[in-house]
């Protein structure tokens, strides 16, 4: 489409990336199309998924597994930045997009992300924590820290740094994100979770978290004992 777009470099240096070789995700990232996308308005794809249109520099199309780029964009753009996103978009490409039937209720899974749809109202959750995986991936294949989606990367980083790197990514690339949701459950309570996630979606970063460390001290409180209980074992703190 255009010399900026160098999809194989970018798909060479995404494997090459220790916790993003899989096979799957190998089989997937070869596969991953690219288009261009003409004047920078989304397609059928974009009013069906947001309900309106508007103009975008480039999104993927998990149901065709395709991304188009605008092309007005990247005529224009630095080779750095057009690189960036193409490595963002091929990041989301890889994730896994499930389809989660049940009675009354359809979720579709795009990564972290779950939109849910009921006969009587349609709703999304984990969008900005999903975004926010995504760059923090990007930012690692790139080898610098991006200014896009800062905080909900920053937000990213401390979650990791309390349920670890695998965790995530498995929840982000399968189908199955039972180990995450419970990994989550257990240090944050269910409803806590879903609170930052909302807040997240939101734009609320500062609030998310303040919840995040305020779970984590209540937490710690809890399990550490008292000096009294460390005395009456004989264990007394100097
Ligand atoms: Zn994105």
Known sequence: MTRKIRLNWARKQIIQERILCSKKIIEKIFTVKIKPLKNGTL???????FGKEFRTLAFYDPNKHIIYFN???????DGKL?????IHELIHAISD???IKIPGLTILKSGLKRQFFTKKKD??????LNEGLVQYLCN???????????YEVEFITKLISLVGEET???AFVSDDVSIFEDKIDERFGREKFSDVCRKLDQGKYTIALRIINQSINDLSRAVEPTDCELNKYGLGLI
């Open 123 to 128: 709703g999304c959750d984990c969008k900005a």
């Open 140 to 150: 690692k294949v790139i080898g610098r820290q991006s200014l896009s989606y800062r």
């Open 43 to 49: 397609s059928r794809f974009g009013k069906e998924s």
């Open 82 to 86: 057009v690189h960036e996103i193409l």
């Open 168 to 170: 995530l990514i498995e």
């Open 97 to 99: 997009h499930s389809t």
């Open 71 to 77: 092309v007005k964009f990247i005529n224009k753009a």
